[in-house]
């Protein structure tokens, strides 16, 4: 600062809280007005002789003239938060819908509504009368499976007819990815009980592999139309809703998966959250970059039937507990860098006690601080 002039260098000394107000562009905040303030107010300690040429700028003096109010140092628990809109709705934990490929020849004479959903065993669709079954697994069908045949396609149907309960795990434990006759024996037992001929064989196009329980989102395929091997003919989500956001991705650096969220639903109903994954592929370039995060309700039902329900969010990023915690307007910008608040003495002389800043709460306006303070003591907000 030149005493010449009286004005004051740009605060580069803390560029990260400029950066941390920049971030913050969609949140309940008023930053860019607190650093106008901080540096206004600085300007005018220096004129009442705060930051005089002849005392340390840690313990300058002022004779008090310039207006202001007093507050107090507060302890306590301080979160700092993201505030955001999104979409309550169903989708798979990476964002992409299912697709549901056909492998069968013929005429589609069945097919599900968008909406509906399907589980391990039942009936997808069929083709010239023929069953789809849905298994879950990753692999997807290529061939069709009888006894002898070995694989990780083998593994799944045998983990599926298990988990139906058509055989046991000590039937097939000896070995997974073997189809064996306890394997072909199931596979009868759950065709009879679909009303089918009882071969004891897979199809290539009698079964469809699917991640888990299925909700149809939409169908492609038509009734009566020819059906053709390697053509996908519906979309399906998993089963679970989540709330979908499209987050700035200059504050991606500030979220992080585990974080708690209060999401906010279109009847005005608060329910918990916790972001479950990130998005890695952003949309958009320059500051309207977004990038997709996805929130997981603590308590589904609380959403009710829900589905693309536009609800809005905060997102805790930072939490402390016992901090000692003053408001953002109480801090002076000094002229070497970082900042300070000013106690009120006993015998009304103010000083300068330089702080360091932790986690800022921008929808209450204030931030925590350690530094030669304790709860309770008195401190000045310049009112500029």
Known sequence: MSAATGELPPDEADAGVARRRARRRRRKTFAGAVLALLVSAAVVAWASGVFDAGHARSSGVSDNEYPTSIT??????????????????????????????????????????????????????????????????????????????????????????????????????????????????????????????????????????????????????????????????????????????????????????????QVTLPDGQATPGVVSSMGTVSSGSGSGATLPIYITLKHPTAGGTLDQAPVTLEITTAAVEHALIVPIDSLLALAGGGYAVEPVEADGIHKLVAVTLGTFDDAAGTVQVTGDLQAGERIVVPNI
């Open 72 to 261: 107090t140092v507060a302890e306590g628990s301080l979160a700092s938060q993201i505030s955001d809109s999104g979409t309550l709705e169903y989708t798979t934990s990476g964002g992409s819908d299912y697709n549901v490929v056909n492998q069968a020849s013929g005429t589609f004479t069945e097919l599900p509504a968008a909406g509906e959903t399907v589980s391990r065993g039942q009936v997808l669709y069929r083709v010239s009368n023929d069953p789809e079954i849905l298994f879950y697994g990753t692999t997807p069908v290529y061939r069709s499976l009888s006894e002898g045949d070995t694989g990780p396609d083998v593994r799944e149907l045998n983990r599926n007819l298990v988990a139906l309960g058509y055989t046991t795990s000590a039937d097939v434990d000896w070995d997974w990815d073997y189809f064996s006759a306890e394997t072909a024996y199931a596979l009868e037992r759950l065709e009879y009980h679909l009303g089918e001929d009882e071969t004891g064989e897979l199809a290539e196009g009698q079964a469809v592999f699917l991640p888990g329980q299925v909700r149809l989102s939409s169908i492609n395929a038509t009734l009566g139309t020819n059906a053709g091997p390697g053509a996908p003919i519906m979309q399906a989500t998993s089963t679970n809703r989540q709330v979908v956001v499209d987050l700035n991705a200059s504050e991606q650096t500030e979220v992080k998966v585990g974080d708690s969220v």
